[in-house]
């Protein structure tokens, strides 16, 4: 009997010609809050814009802290920006000869949007654009946030920037939420959260869980109003 082949031999493809594209980018810089991300990403709009490269700058709607029309930093740098509900609405926004015209697209907090992949996929892949996104890559419970780490497979380079723990000054890893709130998408600043090293962290995770036991003990042993 013929040994069956294991394998077909194909022809060698030919990579050059009519589906050569221009090459494009992605770039990812994560961290937790107070990391200075939306400081990183400026800086290399900036250069991009200073290499005479057509610059769109994005962030999320739903994030409104500073102001609508900007991005801003911590401490108090901005750069004009679409304020979007979602990405796809960038091409719309700006309409279809504008948006072949730009070369570069930077993406701050892009962890509150939900089509930041297919975006991706599209205007690096396809558009040929540079696409660099600053996103926070963890939630207070240091679990993956929004669709910021689906973008590592697609990325050409990831940064991941540290901040200063609030209580000890070492480098912080994580986003510590200071107060007892069990809502994910809780939008807030350094009234809410600090970063911390990871024995913070821990530590301050077990001060809240006792403080949330003391909270709901007190709740069941309150009088309803209508016994006094
Ligand atoms: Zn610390």
Known sequence: MAAIKSSIAFPPIDLSGPFQRASGEVHVIVGPMFAGKTTA?????????????????????????????????????????????????????LGDDAYRKVDVIG?????????????CCKAADHDGKTVIIAGLDGDYLRKSFGSVLDIIPLADTVTKLTARCEL?????????????????????????????????????????????????????????????
């Open 41 to 93: 990403l400026l800086r290399r709009v900036n250069a991009e814009g200073l290499k005479g490269r057509n610059v769109a700058m994005v962030k999320s709607s739903k994030d409104t802290r500073y102001a609508v029309d900007h991005v801003v930093t911590h401490d108090g740098s901005k750069f004009p920006c679409w304020a979007l509900p979602n990405l796809a609405s960038l091409r719309q926004k």
């Open 168 to 228: 000890c000054g070492k480098k912080a890893f994580f986003t510590l939420r200071k107060i007892v709130e069990t809502q994910i998408h809780l939008i807030g600043g350094a009234d809410i959260y600090m970063p911390v090293c990871r024995q913070h962290y821990v530590n301050g995770q077990l001060v809240k869980e006792a403080t949330k036991n003391v909270l709901e003990s007190r709740k069941h042993f309150e009088v309803p109003a209508a016994m006094h």
């Open 107 to 119: 993406i701050d907090e892009a962890q509150f949007f939900d089509d930041l992949y297919e975006f």
